[in-house]
């Protein structure tokens, strides 16, 4: 079921009258709303009044193909997640569509229990050629450099941090900054995916290997081929799964479910977990050494709470970005709004922060956001410093007074308060306050 208070949309683009039913019925049972088109072109008129949430689409239709119209979508609409279905699939028309953004393809007949797990993989994330990273603080810019240095080369790269932080969004920018760019990114998330399919999703299957296997699949390491895989929420795979992927990274092949040979395979992996992978690997439940394989190049995001300075930043982007989708003309926040979003403590991160801006914007009855137009829950408390004022100046004088002593120094400062100097800043970043730099 759709997790956002308002029901998503969800596109079924087909020539099969048939098939554009049996989507139809099977997207209504899932909970959202659906639009059928039987051609491309009807699909992008319809998208004239509407944006989808997502899209889905047959390959091979009269009068536009499925591959021009991903490409025509993208130019009109951008990140939209779409799921390809065709009966005709191979390497090369499955690569061509995951090239042009597609976030996965189904192949012709498939259930309604396929169909559904899909959609559910499809909608859990933006699968679209999307790598701008928002940001002014000095950390996550930082952070960007070391990406950009990394991108060059065909390293493995771990990125960490918690739910929300934008590791996806990282993956892509370095795949975007790589001489790679130009063949696929194929995501794959690790915890969306129930345990026992994950091997064929990640390598495939021969015709006939097993019970249902009618035809051959391709897999996510083939599709990637030339271009890049990220393994979301690497810590959710099983033991068995580690090892074989750790024998990937070695010998740069893939064995499909039932196959007679190794498949070479041309691929450069990005990883990104939130788990702690160095206590699970103390209590049993990851391989050190595919660790080791997957963390040479180790990116740890921060969290929002510890980028104040993005706030305003993100929120415009936002704005600029869902205002266009919802049809609504705004022009800004009002005075105070920025002021009391920096002060929450988003404990879902970017992804949190980005549905209360889409929800403001959707409930906003003037063309300036205010306070009152964000529905946040319990769980989107204040920071601890500023649930109460007479603490916040106490605080703030402390520091204040602190940096006085030191000249400054924010490093002798914060040696004495007992806290980090990155503490330092983003406090006086939320208090608005300005303190020469030592």
Not at 174 to 183: N, V
Not at 222 to 233: K, Q, R, V
């Amino acid at each position: 079921m759709p997790n956002n208070d308002e029901k998503k949309t969800i596109l079924a683009v087909d020539d099969d009258q048939q098939m554009r039913l049996a989507m139809k019925e099977a997207v209504i049972r899932m909970g959202y709303n659906v639009e059928l088109a039987e051609n491309p072109i009807e699909a992008l008129k319809k998208m004239d009044s509407m944006v989808p949430a997502m899209i889905i689409t047959d390959m091979k239709m009269p009068r536009m193909d499925g591959l021009s119209f991903i490409k025509e979508v993208r130019n009109r609409a951008g990140n939209i997640p779409v799921l390809v279905i065709t009966g005709f699939a191979t390497v090369e028309n499955a690569v061509g569509a995951m090239k042009e953004g597609a976030c996965d393809y189904l192949m012709k007949p498939f259930s309604f229990d396929d169909l559904t797990q899909s959609i559910n993989a499809v909608m859990s994330r933006q699968c679209g050629t999307s790598s701008e990273v928002v940001t002014d603080n000095e950390n996550m810019k930082n952070i960007l450099k070391l990406a950009s240095s990394v991108a060059v080369s065909d390293m493995t790269v771990l990125i960490l941090g918690e739910s929300g932080t934008g590791k996806e969004v990282l993956a892509r920018y370095i795949h975007g900054s790589s001489q790679r760019k130009d063949k696929p990114f194929v995501a794959v998330n690790c915890a969306a995916i129930p345990d026992n399919l994950l091997e064929s999703e990640l390598f495939g299957f021969e015709k006939g290997s097993f019970t249902g296997a009618s035809e051959r699949k391709v897999g996510k390491f083939e599709l990637a081929n030339g271009g890049t895989i990220l393994l979301d929420e690497i810590g959710e795979m099983t033991a068995t799964l580690q090892a074989k992927l750790l024998r990937v990274l070695q010998e740069r092949e893939i064995d499909r479910i039932g196959g007679r040979q190794p498949v070479p395979v041309d691929v450069r992996v990005l990883a990104t977990t939130n788990r702690d992978l160095q206590k699970e690997i103390q209590e049993g439940r990851f391989r050190e050494d595919l660790y080791y394989r997957l963390s040479v190049f180790p990116l740890v995001l921060p969290p929002l709470r510890e980028r104040p300075e993005d706030i305003r930043m993100l929120a415009e982007h936002f704005v600029r970005k869902f205002s266009v989708q919802l049809n609504k003309k705004i022009d800004g926040f009002e005075d105070d709004t920025i002021e009391f979003l920096t002060t929450r403590y988003w404990r879902g991160n970017i992804r949190e922060f980005e549905n209360a801006i889409q929800r403001a914007i959707l409930i906003a009855p003037k063309s300036w956001i205010g306070k009152d137009d964000f529905m946040l829950e319990d769980s989107v408390k204040q920071l601890p410093v500023q649930n109460n004022g007479m603490i916040k100046d106490m605080e703030m004088d402390l520091i204040l007074q602190t940096l006085e002593d030191t000249n400054g120094n924010k490093t002798k400062a914060a040696k004495l308060l007992g806290v980090s100097v990155r503490t330092i800043r983003n406090k006086l970043s939320v208090y608005g306050k300005n303190f020469p730099v030592e």
